[in-house]
């Protein structure tokens, strides 16, 4: 069904999208690819919400070629009148003739309307070329339409024996230099961090984006720089409003959106001395904390993904409430020994059977230590 | 100094002493590669303690033709009338031309008498070709000649977050078939391996080296059948001479050599139902159980290398004592929970300057699991 042309040209509209990774929050990663005769007449991706989608990128730059050309798009052209007219409508006008979609639309309220508006303006239309690929470009837009829920990865750096530091606390530095500007490259990849009063009142961490440690993926992508680098909404567990602002002193000292989700109310005095950008949020207890599954159904409402970046407990919370989607483990070939403090509390379970189903996704050398991506999502 | 062809000659005479790693023992691993005008006209390695050694093979092979050769030598060749007679006299008989050696011979009563005898007779000789990857050919033979002691592998299998069973001790399997096949492959190149009674009373097990489990590397040496697999030297731990036959059925009901260490004697009674292949030695305590430095000096007279495939308590106190030169990790992509079982007990250690110095020498996959192996010897 699909010409070894299809596939490089859609291979090639699925890197574009990625360009797109750091800026198009809350927008999904879309590339494009248009041909005439099996040459590029155009390409483009999405860079930026409210900005042009991949689509119109790629016409412009065929201009007056994109007449009978072939148009490779990783995700259904969008039916709708945005911020943008809808791209069905541009290739139409613009006399494409044929479409190559490698996924519908997730949303079940629009999919397959650009579809048909292609084809009722004689448009050839296929779908599905490279849909695993293209689907992997926006697991976080996808599980939120799909679940209204976001996407859920946990971040855990630990050594070859799964401890995150000595009995004492010392932890400086467990994993090198390039992981952690790699966490800096994922936190920038996400558009809410989440994190326990724990941590604060441990680190006093600013828990931003560093611009300068995101190392060679910006030039990589074209697009990003200073002034698109987006910030993550940072989310911090305090069940019981214990923080007060000089303890969050580095977290509230840099002006981005923070979200403190207790169980009960913040006090007046508390409240008087938080700033601006920080909003409090009361949801319900479980077990005397937070309801991370309230919690996320919060978070639903405002971001596709989540990173959890916080101690044992909150992270071993989240995995053993079976609320994980994914978990990057970045490892340190390194003992820390059989006192060293656990990178997750997790149950005590009593079978195999018990343990979570985990799929590696992903691994690579990063420096010195070991990138894992485990997806913990059971195949149905 | 070395040309191409020398590099080549040397790595492939590397790669044919690999052949013999399973039967040599207690030799080292030599090969040989024999060439005129930069043809290969002779070969060999090193098959069996007693046999031929590698220079001769290559000889044989290539009769005449040896007149004028360059001979490739993994280690320099011996000069001494052992259960066959010395080396450097057979190159020299032969007519070879010059003599290439990756490494001398690291018994410093003999060093250099080789490669003396090569040169007094007129043969050009260099050495140093290769050297560290001849070296690595022989860990156990070169340390035991340069320390007396033999070379100490730790082997583990564990999960992710480092755990080896859940609470109660379940654990089978934390790792695939593959990745158990392997350890058939490691035992079978180790001339002893130690446990502990602790094993022996939860496992019952036989710990022989079972052929049909070695897989491809038997068709992959060439030499290696069932007549000629080398059962390890089972060495038992067993502090307070608390065995009896009945709770080892499965190691005494194998016949071959087990050695029982502890540090009391054993009973008359216990004496009289070991059978006759169960050799039982005390050594001194130290901190209530066998001096694991006592341990090595003495399994030092014995063997070249050791494989620990113990308990967390029994590897742990090798690791913490600073006996171990490689860690092997059998790790499996799962977590296990913070109240599974460490890996390895270790000293509550304080300082980041107090855990091991590891170097990480090997990683692969494995079937669904990673191995590690890591050096644990501090660069000099």
């Known amino acids: 069904m699909w ?24 927008n999904p990663n879309v590339g494009c690819v248009l041909t005439v005769n099996d ?18 990128h790629a016409l412009r730059m065929a201009g007056d070629k994109s007449r009978g050309a072939t148009a490779y798009v990783t995700l259904e052209p969008c039916s709708h009148y945005g911020r943008t007219p809808p791209c069905a409508k541009g290739l139409i006008e613009a006399g494409v003739a044929r479409v190559v979609v490698a996924m519908t639309d997730p949303n079940p309220q629009v999919a397959g309307r650009g579809i048909n508006m292609l084809k009722d303006a004689g448009i050839e239309v296929q779908t599905g070329l490279l849909e695993v ?15 209204g829920l976001p996407f859920v990865t946990v971040k855990v750096a630990a050594s070859l024996d799964g401890k995150t530091a000595l009995s004492n606390g010392v932890s400086k530095w467990i994993t090198g230099p390039q992981a952690r500007a790699d966490v800096q490259r994922l ?38 720089d200073e002034s698109n680098v987006q910030q993550p909404l940072r989310v911090v567990l305090d069940s019981s409003a214990r923080l007060t602002a ?14 403190l989700v207790s169980t009960l109310a913040y006090s007046d005095a508390q409240l008087a001395a938080f700033p601006e950008h920080v909003e409090t949020l009361v949801l319900a207890a479980k077990d005397g904390r937070v309801d991370l599954a309230a919690l996320l159904a919060e978070l639903g409402k405002r971001v596709n993904a989540v990173l959890v970046e916080a101690g044992a407990t909150l992270a071993g919370a989240f995995v053993a409430a079976d609320l994980v ?32 189903a985990m799929t590696l996704c992903d691994e690579r050398k990063i420096g010195s230590d070991r990138r894992y991506i485990f997806s913990l999502r059971r195949a149905d």
């Open 187 to 224: 936190r920038a990849r996400h558009p809410a961090l989440v994190t326990g009063i724990e941590t604060i009142l441990a680190d006093n961490p600013t828990l931003n984006v560093r611009f300068d440690e995101l190392g060679s993926v910006v030039a990589e992508t074209g697009v990003l």
């Open 325 to 356: 989607d994914e978990l990057v483990l970045y490892q340190a070939p390194k003992l820390l020994g059989s006192h060293g403090r656990n990178m997750l509390v997790l149950p005590d379970w009593q079978t195999m059977d018990s343990i979570p």
């Open 246 to 259: 000089e303890q969050a002193s580095n977290l509230f000292g840099f002006a981005s959106p923070i979200l």
């Open 3 to 26: 010409s070894a042309q299809d596939i490089q040209m859609m291979a090639r509209a699925i890197q574009l999208a990625k360009r797109g990774r750091f800026t198009t929050a809350p």
């Open 39 to 56: 040459e590029i007449v155009g390409e483009g991706f999405h860079i930026q919400a409210g900005g042009p989608h991949a689509e119109v």
């Open 133 to 147: 690929d293209a689907r992997a470009l926006n697991p976080g837009f996808l599980t939120r339409m799909e679940t």
